[in-house]
């Protein structure tokens, strides 16, 4: 267990559906993370929230939407994806934006149907 | 484009070997370099961070970095089945707020 967890674990989502992700961390960091792990491709990076700003948008589209309420819980709102946003979501933390490392969640296998 | 550049592998070594995974960047500007296993379906975790030009070892492993080539390497010795992983090299970029970015990972097979 790294402290980060998401639900849910798998999530399959027709391409009108509005579903959410989710991600709590109880490492008590300030900065939090939303990554996309697609097959063959680099880890992409999607938000960036340090102490509940958004201080990084990746250019994602807007059918993906971030919501940070506190520093302990980080929301992925989803809504009229395509099947190629297809994918493993990585939720992380670290302790500031510096030079620390990022401790991942379990991740979250998102299909779209 | 600011990027983190890794051989895709796989890379093939026996048990009991040397694994040296690389890791190139583009940014002369970052400043803290890590290393990242992920085993097939979970998610990434932390082997090891250096900052500074040189060699960090812990247990089996070694980081080996150098700003002026940009260049950041790991070393596994004695090699392992249970190593068999993808290894991401991870950047902090600069620009502000120092992200990791990471590359695309190396997959490394440790067989009998």
């Known amino acids: 267990e790294t402290g980060v967890t998401q639900t849910p674990r798998h999530l399959v989502m027709g391409m009108t559906n509005k579903k959410s992700l989710k991600c709590e961390q109880h490492?008590?960091?300030?900065?939090m993370y939303w990554y996309k792990q697609s097959a063959k491709k680099p880890l992409e990076l999607m938000f960036v929230?340090?102490?509940?700003?958004?201080?990084e948008n990746n250019s994602v589209p807007s059918r993906f939407s971030p919501e940070c309420p506190n520093s302990s819980h980080l929301f992925l709102h989803l809504h009229t994806l395509q099947p190629e946003d297809s994918a493993l979501y990585l939720c992380?933390?670290?302790?500031?934006?510096?030079?620390?490392?990022?401790?991942f969640g379990q991740g979250t296998r998102l299909t779209v149907v | 484009q600011k990027e983190v550049e890794q051989n895709s592998g796989p890379l093939s070594v026996p048990e009991g070997a040397i694994a040296s995974l690389n890791c190139t960047y583009s940014?002369?500007?970052?400043?803290?370099f890590f290393w990242y296993r992920q085993y097939s379906g979970k998610s990434p975790e932390l082997i090891m961070f250096?900052?500074?030009?040189g060699d960090k070892e812990d247990g089996r492993f070694t980081a080996q970095l150098n700003k002026a080539s940009q260049y950041v390497s790991l070393l596994i010795r004695d090699s392992q089945p249970s190593d068999s992983a993808t290894y991401l090299c991870a950047v902090n970029l600069s620009g502000g707020s120092y992200i990791p970015t990471f590359g695309r990972g190396t997959s490394l097979i440790v067989h009998p």
């Open positions: 250096i900052y500074s030009n």
């Open positions: 992380a933390s670290s302790l500031g934006t510096g030079n620390t490392e990022a401790f």
């Open positions: 490492l008590g960091h300030n900065a």
């Open positions: 929230y340090s102490l509940e700003e958004r201080v």
């Open positions: 940014d002369r500007g970052s400043q803290s």
